[in-house]
């Protein structure tokens, strides 16, 4: 009735097992990973200087923890009080950092950007155990849990779909 084209239903786009009907942001799981910072930053009531950052207190990683240190000073960030005292300003450049245009060194990534740096070095398994430490599982946003497709949620049967069924 709405002139939008749907292909015929068949019994793949109803699998989640399927790439015909799983959702292509979940892969057909249901649930999608993302950063956890309660995990990063298990303690608000840390500073930057005593070491806010979870990740940034190994010898692997105390770099990021000088880095932030050196850039914060450079951009009157405090570094003194807890993450809880920032502003949300400061407490937004600890997490999201700064634009940042393709070489530049001078602009802090935040605790994302290192995360997403290191997401494109996973193929090391220190880093993938990393990662798996500081993440959690949430329910996929692109299908709401149901592993499905979109064009499998828009048939429905007595006005009902698949997911409301299964």
């Known amino acids: 009735r709405c002139g939008i084209p749907f292909p015929e239903p068949s019994p793949a786009l109803f699998s ?11 892969e057909g799981f249901g649930r999608t990973v ?14 930057i200087r ?11 990683y105390r770099e990021m923890h000088e880095w932030m240190l050196k850039l914060a000073r450079r951009r009157r960030i405090r570094t003194a009080v807890s993450f809880r ?26 605790v994302r950007g290192f995360f997403k740096w290191l997401e494109g070095r996973r193929y090391k398994t220190h ?5 798996a430490k ?12 149901s592993k499905l497709k979109p064009e499998a949620m828009n048939v429905r049967v007595d006005d009902r779909t698949i997911a409301d069924v299964g």
Request: with cysteine.
């Open 34 to 47: 993302e950063l956890d910072l309660e995990k990063v930053i298990p303690n608000p009531n840390l500073s």
């Open 127 to 131: 880093v993938r155990i990393l990662l």
């Open 85 to 110: 005292e920032m502003t949300e300003e400061e407490r937004n450049w600890v997490v999201e950092g700064e634009p940042r245009e393709a070489h530049d060194d001078d602009k802090w990534p935040g």
């Open 16 to 26: 989640a097992n399927s790439p015909i009907g799983a959702c292509p942001e979940c």
């Open 50 to 60: 005593q070491g806010l950052i979870a990740t940034w207190r190994t010898p692997a």
């Open 134 to 145: 500081y993440r959690r599982f949430v329910i996929c946003p692109t299908c709401g849990g």
